[in-house]
């Protein structure tokens, strides 16, 4: 190994396994980071190093900088990039970690496993013709749009660092600042990966894939009748829930691929994803979704379509017998959308202070929602409004409509027994008071691209707790001005 790739010491605090390592050869190649010329650390999550029981002062040290731009690799890692297949856009196509190398898995102090993966830290065997570098800005994306979610209490893959390479990198508007970010996870196994199993390795492999996947998330299933079955339903459960959680916060990924749709139940992949301001359900940022395909209220019916891809590719292993398992498997599939609504009503109900069900509530949540289309209002400040009963600040206010379903919504919460404050406090830990509006986001990209990381500082910070709804974070619940183009997200490369 060159000198460029000496291991570090463990002062660090890394203590890794490589578990992912001991699969078929058919799911990875090892695959060491390429250097970058000048590595410098431009962020750093000191809560997480902590959580992962690493230590802050020493990452933040030469030794340290120098593993998260890709210039050595920690004590026990075995780096590798991993084969995985996907959907794109609905069209099926093999790929892999063009531009991500994990160097292994992190054990904390608790016990618990995480994935720590480099991204942008040059070509592996699956890059495809692309350099696998990549640029300052979308990976500082990466890190606050992860952290806000984060803090949104929505299961996430969380960013640990961003480090420059001093490197510039070629995209179609010239040359750009290279980065690589470190990316943790509760692990990187996609639906994709299976699908990948199921186009190219055998029915062991894919058996080996299925295992590693329960033993890693889901071990409580291992003793079922179905272990298979219960891997599938598990992940359906996580899947249906992590999707309401978007919904309910309007995120909207733009990409949702079978190869960003994690077994785990966290959001990844971070590329043309932005934050719904005006409510409308045919949302679309992402630059290349023409169709609308992953438009906001879409994402629930997507999430459907790539589970039922995932479902196909475990038939082999849910019975010997393929209508048997056709079978097993749509039984499966049809609780997706039940799971998903009642995660999506509950959440709905939360953040309109209801502690109770009626019949009703969905007439009310829908009346709501179409009345903020029909003006349209802003999702997150709407909610906000009602939270800290501040109506006149809705575009809603002065509406007829809107008079008269406050007084249905009022009396609904007066059909319940907890207290006028105690569903207040309910929306206040329901409804963000802030989210990572794409016009903060894009003025913090612009000023760190310039040298000043102080923008996306103070943005991190108003984002951190976003339910406290304090007066520090009033300044980012303003709305961007008019535009005379719509917001536009890129898959940044």
């Not at 420059?164 to 290279?178: A, N, S």
């Not at 509006?437 to 003025?443: I, K, L």
């Amino acid at each position: 190994m060159s000198a460029n790739h000496l291991h570090t010491t463990s002062d660090a605090g890394w203590n890794f396994d490589n578990s992912y390592a001991r699969l078929p050869e058919i799911f990875f190649s090892s695959q060491t980071p390429s250097p970058g010329r000048a590595p410098k650390l431009v962020v750093f999550n000191d809560r997480l190093a902590a959580t992962l029981g690493l230590n802050a002062k020493a990452l933040k040290g030469e030794a340290g900088v120098e593993v998260f731009a890709g210039n050595r690799v920690p004590e026990g890692a075995s780096p590798l990039a991993q084969a995985y297949a996907g959907h794109q856009f609905g069209h099926f196509t093999r790929l892999g970690d063009g531009r991500a190398v994990l160097l292994g898995e992190q054990i904390t102090p608790s016990g618990e496993r995480f994935d720590i993966q480099l991204k942008g830290p040059g070509r592996t065997p699956y890059s495809r013709g692309g350099d696998g570098r990549a640029a300052l800005g979308p990976m500082l994306r990466e890190y606050i749009i992860s952290e806000a979610m984060h803090a949104l209490g929505i299961p996430t893959t969380r960013s640990l660092a961003v480090a420059t390479t001093g490197e510039l990198v070629f995209r179609e508007t010239g040359g750009l600042p290279g980065a690589v970010l470190t990316r943790v996870a509760a692990s990187h196994l996609r639906v994709g990966t299976f699908q990948y199993a199921a186009a190219w390795g055998t029915v062991e492999d894919l058996r080996a894939l299925a295992d590693y996947a329960i033993e890693r998330h889901d071990p409580e299933v291992k003793d079922a009748d179905n272990r298979y079955l219960a891997l599938l339903q598990e992940v359906i459960k996580r899947q249906a829930a992590l999707i309401a959680k978007w919904q309910l916060v309007g995120f909207i990924h733009g990409v949702m691929n079978t190869d960003n749709m994690t077994i785990s139940g966290e959001t990844i992949d971070y590329g043309p994803c932005a934050f719904m301001d005006t409510y409308d359900p045919k949302t679309v940022f992402s630059s290349i979704d023409r169709q609308g395909r992953y438009a906001y209220g879409n994402q629930p019916y997507i999430g459907g379509w790539n589970l039922a891809r995932f479902a196909e590719t475990l038939l082999p292993l849910l019975h010997d017998e393929e209508e048997k398992a056709v079978e097993i498997a749509q039984e499966a599939i049809a609780e997706y959308s039940k799971e998903h609504h009642r995660h999506w009503l509950t959440g709905m109900r939360a953040k309109l202070g209801l502690f109770n069900e009626e019949e009703q509530d969905t007439a009310l949540i829908e009346g709501l929602l179409n009345m903020m289309q029909q003006h349209k209002a802003d999702f997150t400040n709407t909610f906000r409004a009602l939270t800290l009963d501040k109506l006149e600040e809705t575009v809603l206010f002065g509406a007829p409509e809107f008079a008269d379903w406050i007084v249905q919504w009022q009396e609904r919460r007066g059909r319940q027994p907890e207290s006028k404050d105690a569903s207040y406090e309910r929306m206040r830990k329901t409804n963000p008071a802030v989210i990572p509006r794409n016009h903060r986001v894009e003025a913090a990209l612009e000023s760190a691209n310039e040298g000043d990381y102080s923008v996306m500082e103070n943005l991190l910070a108003a984002l951190a707790d976003p339910y406290a709804h304090s007066p520090e974070q009033e300044e980012y619940t303003t709305l961007p001005g008019p535009a005379a183009l719509p917001y536009r997200t890129f898959c940044g490369t």
